[in-house]
Structures are given as C-alpha cells and as structure tokens.
C-alpha cells in the first residue's frame, strides 16, 4: 500500500486504461437498458420472456471484475499525490469522490446481481433508483472537477489519466 512518502510519480498504464475501460463500459450501461428493463417487467408479470437482458448482465458483470482487479491494483500501486497547492478542502473533496465512486462500482452490479438472479425487487428499486443516481451525481462532479483543474485551475491533472507515469 503507498503512503505519502512512497506515492507513485503517476497512474500506471493499467490504471489508466482501466479507468477509461469502465467510463466507457458505465456509459454504456447508463445509456442502453432497455432490454433489461423489459426483461425485468416480464419476468415480474408470471415469468413471462421479453427484452434481451444479456448485453446489460454481461458488461455489468464485466465492470464487476474490472473494478475488483482496478481496486487492487490502486492499493498496491497507490495514486499520485494532490497536485501541488492544492487546498485541502478541495483534496478533501476529490478523495471522497473517488471512494465513493469506487463503492458504487462494486455496489450497482452486485445490486443488480441479486435483483436478477434472485429476483429480489428490493435490490431492484435501490440497483435502478438512488445507486443510480449516486454514480450519476458523483460522475459529472469527478468531470467537473477535473475540468475544473484542467482548464480554470490549470494543474495539468487531465494528463495523468491519459499519458501513464506523467
Ligand atoms: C455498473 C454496472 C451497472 C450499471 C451502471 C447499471 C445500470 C442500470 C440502469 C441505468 C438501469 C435502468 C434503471 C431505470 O432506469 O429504471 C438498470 C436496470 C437493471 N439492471 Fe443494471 N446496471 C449495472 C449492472 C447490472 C448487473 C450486473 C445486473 C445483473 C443482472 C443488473 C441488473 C439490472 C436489472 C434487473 C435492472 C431492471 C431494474 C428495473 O428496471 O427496475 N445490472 N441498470
Ligand atoms: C463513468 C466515468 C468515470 C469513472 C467511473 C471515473 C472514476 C475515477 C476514479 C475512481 C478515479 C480515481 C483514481 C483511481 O483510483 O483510479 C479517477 C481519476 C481521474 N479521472 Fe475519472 N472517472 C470517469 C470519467 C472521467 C472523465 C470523463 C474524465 C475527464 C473529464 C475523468 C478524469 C479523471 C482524472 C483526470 C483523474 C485523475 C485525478 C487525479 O489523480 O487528481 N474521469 N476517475
């Protein structure tokens, strides 16, 4: 695990391509589910078929095991330090994003998991309603934010998740 004093210079190759993997794959997964959405009513009215839940089951499931090995790949290899001047508050809120966002991408498929195989509507409402809603929220702050460090704070954070090591 890093500390400090060990924190890498940058984002490893692999931390950046899986961090550009799971955006895309997210983004996918927030823009078309409608298969999925059909299946679960039919399924919810007697069992009946409709829609092709596949596509949304199986890149979910792949955000899963992506997330999994991205998160330890984080605590081994760590992250680079807060640019240099940056205000505490504003580091502060920057951790809490990427925790955070970290938890849900472990706690949507999983929710998803268990409303659809063990057809818990429960794990459902929570999985399409407010985990939903946290990714989305917690998703435009992060791009806001590097936006922000990129363009108005110009601290050159946009490269490290795009050029490893820098
Ligand atoms: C990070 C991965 C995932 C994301 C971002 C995601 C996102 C979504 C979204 C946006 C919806 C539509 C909700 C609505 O508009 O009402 C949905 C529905 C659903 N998803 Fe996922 N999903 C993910 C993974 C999974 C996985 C792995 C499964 C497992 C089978 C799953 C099962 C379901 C089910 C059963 C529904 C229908 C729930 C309903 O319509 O109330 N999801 N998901
Ligand atoms: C669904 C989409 C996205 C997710 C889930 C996501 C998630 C994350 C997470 C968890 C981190 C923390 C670093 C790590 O441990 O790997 C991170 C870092 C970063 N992300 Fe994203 N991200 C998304 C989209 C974007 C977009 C669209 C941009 C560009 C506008 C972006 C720019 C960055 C940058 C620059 C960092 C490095 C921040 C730093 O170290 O100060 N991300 N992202």
Known sequence: MS?????????????????WLIAALILFQLLVNEGMQEAWRAMRRAGEDGGNPVPHIVVGSAILILAAI??????????????????????????????????????????????????????????GGPLRLALIGLVLLHIAGALAQQFVLKRGVLMRMLKPES
Do not use: C, D, K
């Not at 500390?3 to 961090?19: D, F, K, M």
């Not at 990427?98 to 659809?116: C, N």
């Open 3 to 19: 500390s400090e004093n060990t924190a890498p210079a940058g984002y490893s190759r692999a931390q950046v391509i899986l961090h």
């Open 70 to 127: 991205r998160l330890v790949i984080r605590l081994r290899h760590g992250a680079p330090p807060h640019p240099a001047g940056q205000p505490a508050a504003l580091a502060l809120i920057a951790n809490v994003v990427h925790w955070g966002i970290y938890a849900l991408l472990f706690m949507i498929p999983i929710s998803g998991l268990v409303a659809w195989f063990g057809g818990v509507e429960g794990a459902a409402a929570v999985h």
